[in-house]
């Protein structure tokens, strides 16, 4: 199947950094990424679509500047946390998808602490 | 907005006895999804089911859609404990986006 890397997979930062967190898709081309939130024991909870050259929409209640999405090419997509704090503390994944269809593969996910 | 409910939260059962676990949604689906995460890991996907009523198995797993393409359950025969995770459906309306359950934990006494 198609592979998604996903870049760090652990991240310890202070109260008040900037994290960036990066999404390549491998072997295909990913017209849209996904960027999810999950916190233990819960679901994956949507944070926004983006799409390759264009804006991210991002879903209810999530703050694009604080959130920042960039997805310049069709293997590539980052999500920058900015001024993280502990309550932005969780586990961060991304999926791609291929123009086309309709299944998301994941990657391993970020696991970000802020102290 | 679109809900997908899946129940059971958790399930713990013995090697050997089966398992389902069943979603709902609150739309009706182009497609729905099903997706194993192991503890620990990150969600990988199992199957896709597009048809109305459609039934797919793979090897002691099966997935069937509902007439509706509101509804979707996952059967696991004989379970193993390589079966343990978190189960999440995802459903698809067409929009794009992925509405995920919450999950039904899976737990296998050996």
């Known amino acids: 199947g198609a592979v998604v890397s996903q870049h760090p997979s652990w991240v310890i930062c202070k109260s008040g950094t900037s994290v960036k967190i990066e999404c390549r898709s491998l072997?295909?081309?990913?017209?849209?990424m996904f960027w999810y939130r999950q916190f233990p024991k819960q679901s994956l909870m949507l944070m926004a679509t983006?799409?390759?050259?264009?804006?991210?929409?991002?879903e209810q209640g999530v703050e694009k500047d604080k959130f920042l999405i960039n997805h310049a090419s069709l293997t590539l997509s980052t999500l920058t946390v900015t001024s993280a704090h502990p309550e932005d503390s969780s586990f961060y994944i991304c999926?791609?998808?291929?123009?086309?269809?309709?299944?998301?593969?994941f990657g391993a996910g970020t696991r970000l602490s802020v102290l | 907005g679109q809900q997908v409910m899946q129940i059971p939260q958790y399930q713990h059962v013995q090697e050997g006895e089966d398992f389902t676990t069943y979603c709902n949604s609150s739309?009706?689906?182009?497609?729905i999804q099903w997706y194993k995460q192991r503890p620990g890991g990150h969600p990988v996907f199992l199957i896709q089911?597009?048809?109305?009523?459609e039934v797919k198995k793979q090897k002691r797993l099966t997935f069937q859609f509902g007439e509706a393409k509101k509804n979707s359950s996952l059967h696991i025969t004989a379970t193993q404990t390589t079966d343990v995770g978190t189960y999440f459906c995802?459903?698809?309306?067409?929009?794009?986006?992925?509405?995920f359950g919450q999950g039904t934990e899976l737990s296998v006494k050996p």
């Open positions: 739309t009706t689906l182009s497609n």
């Open positions: 072997d295909f081309q990913a017209t849209t």
């Open positions: 089911l597009v048809k109305s009523g």
């Open positions: 999926s791609a998808r291929e123009q086309g269809r309709h299944i998301q593969y």
């Open positions: 995802a459903g698809d309306n067409q929009g794009g986006k992925l509405i």
């Open positions: 983006s799409n390759e050259g264009s804006k991210a929409t991002y």
